[in-house]
C-alpha cells in the first residue's frame, strides 16, 4: 500500500516530476525503468517487493538484506541528485521504492528543499509514518531558506513534545532561519540557548551567527563572535571573516570593512569573489572606482576570477564616481567575457544614465 499511496500523492513520473517524462536522464533511466516495469507487470502496490524476493528465493534475513540494499542504493541516488539541484528526477527514484525507510524520506525531502520546492517538501514532511530529528532538521532548514523563520521555530518547539531530542545541528539550522531575516539578536538568542543545553558549538555554528550580524549589520556582536571563535580555537575561514566585512558594508563603515578585510591575510586565508564583491559594494566616496580597480587588480592577482555580481558592483562604484568611459568599458569587459546581463546590470545601467542627465541638467 505504500507504493500506491506514493504514486497517489503524485510522487512518481506522472505527478510531481512531469519534466522527468520529458527529457532523458543518464544515472535515472534504470530506476525509471524500474517504476514503469512495476506497474506495467506487477501493479502499483506495495506486495511488489515481497514477490521478487519469493521469486528469487530470498527469506528471513536474506529477504530483509535485499531490501536494505536496496533502500541503501535509492538514498545514496536521492542524495547525489538534491546536491546537484534534480528533485524531479530525486521523486522519481523515491517513487521506484514501495516501501521507503525514513532515511530514504528525509533524503528525498531534503533534495526537494535543496531546489526550494517547498510545498512537495512539505507534504513528504507530514505523510511521514515516523518523524525523525534528521526529518525535522531538513524541514527546519527549508523553512529557514525559505525566510519562514515564524513555522521553524513552531517545528523546532514541538520536538519535544514528541521525545525528540534538538541536536547541535537543529540549533544551527533555527539559527540559519534567524540569518536569512537579518536577525542577528534571535540568532545570538538561540546560541545561547544551545550553549545552554550542553552542546558544543562549531566553527558551522558560528558561522550561521556570523552571517546573521552581516545580514543585520551588527558588527559589534560580529566582532564578538569572531573572538569566541579564537578563544575556543575554532579556525575561522573566509566565510566567517566575509561576515565581518559584511556587517561593516551594510553600516557604510569603510574604514572598518578595510580593516576586516585585512584580516583575511593577517590569518592567512584568500578572499573570496563574494569577499572582493562586498569590499567594492562599500567604496561610497568619490574616487571608488580608483579603490575598486585597485581591488579588482589584486583579485586578479590572487588567481581568483570575477563573476556577473562582481562586475555590478564595478559598475556601482563607476556610477558613483561619475566615470562614464569606465562604466561603458566594464560593460564592454562583462559582454567579452560571456558573463550574462543579470537585473542588477540593468539597474545599474538605468542609475548611470540617471546620474548623467542629472549632472547634464545642473
Given at each position: 500500500?505504500?507504493?500506491?499511496?506514493?504514486?497517489?500523492?503524485?510522487?512518481?513520473?506522472?505527478?510531481?516530476?512531469?519534466?522527468?517524462?520529458?527529457?532523458?536522464?543518464?544515472?535515472?533511466?534504470?530506476?525509471?525503468?524500474?517504476?514503469?516495469?512495476?506497474?506495467?507487470?506487477?501493479?502499483?502496490?506495495?506486495?511488489?517487493?515481497?514477490?521478487?524476493?519469493?521469486?528469487?528465493?530470498?527469506?528471513?534475513?536474506?529477504?530483509?538484506?535485499?531490501?536494505?540494499?536496496?533502500?541503501?542504493?535509492?538514498?545514496?541516488?536521492v542524495r547525489n541528485l538534491g546536491q546537484q539541484r534534480r528533485w524531479e528526477e530525486a521523486l522519481a527514484v523515491f517513487a521506484c521504492v514501495p516501501e521507503p525507510d525514513p532515511l530514504l524520506r528525509t533524503a528525498v525531502m531534503d533534495a526537494c528543499g535543496k531546489s526550494?520546492?517547498?510545498?512537495?517538501?512539505?507534504?513528504?514532511?507530514?505523510?511521514?509514518?515516523?518523524?525523525?530529528?534528521?526529518?525535522?532538521?531538513?524541514?527546519?532548514?527549508?523553512?529557514?531558506?525559505?525566510?519562514?523563520?515564524?513555522?521553524?521555530?513552531?517545528?523546532?518547539?514541538?520536538?519535544?513534545?514528541?521525545?525528540?531530542?534538538?541536536?547541535?545541528?537543529?540549533?544551527?539550522?533555527?539559527?540559519?532561519?534567524?540569518?536569512?531575516?537579518?536577525?542577528?539578536?534571535?540568532?545570538?538568542?538561540?546560541?545561547?540557548?544551545?550553549?545552554?543545553?550542553?552542546?558544543?558549538?562549531?566553527?558551522?555554528?558560528?558561522?550561521?551567527?556570523?552571517?546573521?550580524?552581516?545580514?543585520?549589520?551588527?558588527?559589534?556582536?560580529?566582532?564578538?563572535?569572531?573572538?569566541?571563535?579564537?578563544?575556543?580555537?575554532?579556525?575561522?575561514?573566509?566565510?566567517?571573516?566575509?561576515?565581518?566585512?559584511?556587517?561593516?558594508?551594510?553600516?557604510?563603515?569603510?574604514?572598518?570593512?578595510?580593516?576586516?578585510?585585512?584580516?583575511?591575510?593577517?590569518?592567512?586565508?584568500?578572499?573570496?569573489?563574494?569577499?572582493?564583491?562586498?569590499?567594492?559594494?562599500?567604496?561610497?566616496?568619490?574616487?571608488?572606482?580608483?579603490?575598486?580597480?585597485?581591488?579588482?587588480?589584486?583579485?586578479?592577482?590572487?588567481?581568483?576570477?570575477?563573476?556577473?555580481?562582481?562586475?555590478?558592483?564595478?559598475?556601482?562604484?563607476?556610477?558613483?564616481?561619475?566615470?562614464?568611459?569606465?562604466?561603458?568599458?566594464?560593460?564592454?569587459?562583462?559582454?567579452?567575457?560571456?558573463l550574462p546581463r543579470t537585473r542588477e546590470t540593468d539597474l545599474r545601467v538605468r542609475e548611470m544614465e540617471e546620474a548623467r542627465r542629472n549632472l547634464q541638467a545642473s
Amino acid at each position: 500500500m505504500a507504493f500506491r499511496r506514493a504514486l497517489g500523492r503524485g510522487l512518481s513520473l506522472h505527478g510531481l516530476a512531469p519534466k522527468v517524462r520529458q527529457r532523458r536522464f543518464m544515472r535515472t533511466d534504470l530506476w525509471q525503468e524500474k517504476l514503469q516495469n512495476r506497474i506495467e507487470q506487477h501493479g502499483a502496490d506495495g506486495s511488489f517487493n515481497r514477490r521478487v524476493r519469493q521469486e528469487q528465493g530470498l527469506q528471513g534475513a536474506d529477504a530483509r538484506k535485499h531490501g536494505l540494499l536496496e533502500q541503501r542504493e535509492a538514498t545514496a541516488e536521492v542524495r547525489n541528485l538534491g546536491q546537484q539541484r534534480r528533485w524531479e528526477e530525486a521523486l522519481a527514484v523515491f517513487a521506484c521504492v514501495p516501501e521507503p525507510d525514513p532515511l530514504l524520506r528525509t533524503a528525498v525531502m531534503d533534495a526537494c528543499g535543496k531546489s526550494g520546492q517547498l510545498l512537495h517538501a512539505r507534504r513528504l514532511f507530514e505523510e511521514m509514518p515516523v518523524k525523525t530529528v534528521p526529518a525535522y532538521n531538513a524541514f527546519i532548514a527549508l523553512l529557514g531558506r525559505m525566510r519562514r523563520l515564524r513555522e521553524a521555530s513552531a517545528l523546532f518547539a514541538e520536538m519535544p513534545d514528541l521525545r525528540l531530542e534538538q541536536s547541535d545541528i537543529t540549533f544551527t539550522s533555527l539559527i540559519d532561519a534567524h540569518s536569512m531575516v537579518s536577525d542577528a539578536e534571535g540568532a545570538a538568542k538561540v546560541f545561547s540557548d544551545m550553549e545552554a543545553r550542553g552542546l558544543k558549538a562549531s566553527a558551522i555554528t558560528c558561522g550561521a551567527v556570523l552571517a546573521a550580524c552581516g545580514r543585520a549589520g551588527d558588527q559589534a556582536r560580529a566582532a564578538e563572535f569572531l573572538s569566541l571563535m579564537d578563544r575556543r580555537q575554532l579556525q575561522p575561514g573566509a566565510r566567517h571573516l566575509s561576515s565581518v566585512v559584511l556587517a561593516c558594508v551594510q553600516n557604510g563603515d569603510e574604514n572598518g570593512a578595510q580593516a576586516a578585510f585585512a584580516e583575511f591575510h593577517r590569518r592567512g586565508l584568500r578572499p573570496t569573489v563574494i569577499t572582493y564583491t562586498i569590499m567594492v559594494k562599500c567604496l561610497c566616496s568619490s574616487d571608488a572606482m580608483r579603490k575598486a580597480d585597485a581591488l579588482f587588480a589584486q583579485m586578479r592577482a590572487e588567481g581568483i576570477f570575477p563573476d556577473a555580481f562582481f562586475y555590478n558592483a564595478l559598475l556601482g562604484a563607476a556610477v558613483r564616481s561619475h566615470d562614464w568611459d569606465r562604466f561603458e568599458a566594464l560593460l564592454q569587459e562583462m559582454d567579452q567575457s560571456g558573463l550574462p546581463r543579470t537585473r542588477e546590470t540593468d539597474l545599474r545601467v538605468r542609475e548611470m544614465e540617471e546620474a548623467r542627465r542629472n549632472l547634464q541638467a545642473s
